[in-house]
């Protein structure tokens, strides 16, 4: 059994500024999604990219994943609470974002992006979708340093306490987190899209992956104590999880199948 380090939540004080470790760690996800986006734009001479698209592309992104993931918070978690207090949507400092509202903010960014440059947007979601695991990696290290979403309690041996919490042995759900949707995505996603795939097929195989991830990481993760569990005995991430999986089967079908017509 291990016990959670405690860690300041706070990075770096520069006079009256506090860095926070989960905005730093936002920081350098998006950091490392340029440099390894650029990386593969080299690897790739005569594309269609450019690092001018990608950082466009970017930017997009970051605007869709903190609009996305806030306003998914609130709807998906806490709508009553903000419909009285509406105002307290824009109060970011306490905290709130839901991936799954994230994830459909940078879907929407990214159609933007596609009708501004005319270009095809799964072909675009196809570039984007393995570079996501590094932010969400990044994201989920930034919950570990802050003690958040922490595990239900368990006897396994490599059970943490969160002393922020109670004395109970953990999961160290925000880990699994980080090995599932961010280094063991990484790897898949790398993996299948080094080799030329149908339209639609990287991005198809990117939700069904992180869907499955999550759905099988909720059960180790301590539902939120204003939901608890829902119907079937499953929580709002895994409620929020089937939907990607099914679009995700049905892209991925769908981009074969297409594939096999052309070539007929």
Same mark, same amino acid.
């Given at each position: ?5 405690? +860690? ?10 506090? =860095? ?5 760690? %936002? ?5 490392? *999604? ?13 594309? #269609?990219?450019? @690092? ?6 970017? $930017?997009?992104?970051?605007? &869709? ?11 998906? %978690?806490?709508?009553?609470? %903000?419909?009285? @207090? ?5 109060? *970011?400092?306490?905290?709130?974002? /839901?991936?799954? &509202? ?23 979601? !196809?570039?984007?979708?393995?570079? #996501?695991? =590094? ?6 290290? &930034?919950? +570990? =340093? ?9 006897? *396994?041996?490599?059970?943490?306490? $969160?002393?922020?919490? !109670? ?5 160290? /759900?925000?880990? %699994?987190? +980080? ?22 097929? *990287? /991005? ?8 499955? $991830?999550? $759905?099988?990481? @909720? ?5 939120? /104590?204003?939901? &608890? ?8 991430g895994q409620w929020l999880s089937l939907p ?5 089967v049905v892209l991925l079908a769908r981009a074969?199948?297409?594939?096999e017509r052309r070539a007929a």
């Amino acid at each position: 059994m291990f016990i959670h380090p405690q +860690f300041d939540p706070v990075a770096l004080h520069l006079g009256p500024l506090a =860095i926070r470790w989960y905005g730093l760690m %936002y920081l350098i996800g998006f950091s490392l *999604v340029w440099w390894i986006g650029r990386r593969r734009i080299a690897a790739r001479p005569g594309g #269609v990219w450019s @690092e001018k698209d990608l950082s466009d592309a970017l $930017f997009y992104g970051i605007l &869709g994943t903190i609009i996305g993931g806030r306003l998914g918070y609130v709807l998906f %978690y806490k709508a009553g609470e %903000y419909l009285a @207090e509406p105002w307290r949507i824009f109060f *970011v400092w306490e905290g709130g974002m /839901s991936f799954h &509202g994230g994830m459909i903010g940078v879907i929407l960014a990214m159609w933007l992006f596609a009708r501004t440059r005319k270009q095809d947007w799964l072909a675009i979601t !196809d570039f984007i979708a393995p570079l #996501v695991p =590094i932010g969400l990696a990044t994201g989920r290290l &930034g919950n +570990f =340093i802050n003690a958040e979403l922490w595990g239900r309690p368990t006897n *396994v041996p490599w059970a943490m306490v $969160f002393p922020n919490v !109670d004395t109970l042995p953990r999961h160290p /759900s925000q880990l %699994y987190e +980080f090995a599932l949707e961010g280094v063991a995505l990484f790897v898949i996603l790398w993996w299948f899209s080094s080799k030329p795939r149908p339209r639609g097929a *990287v /991005s198809g195989l990117f939700l069904i992956c992180y869907g499955c $991830f999550r $759905f099988a990481v @909720e059960f180790t993760r301590q539902p939120d /104590s204003f939901l &608890g569990v829902l119907a079937l005995g499953l929580t709002m991430g895994q409620w929020l999880s089937l939907p990607m999986i099914i679009l995700g089967v049905v892209l991925l079908a769908r981009a074969y199948r297409q594939e096999e017509r052309r070539a007929a």
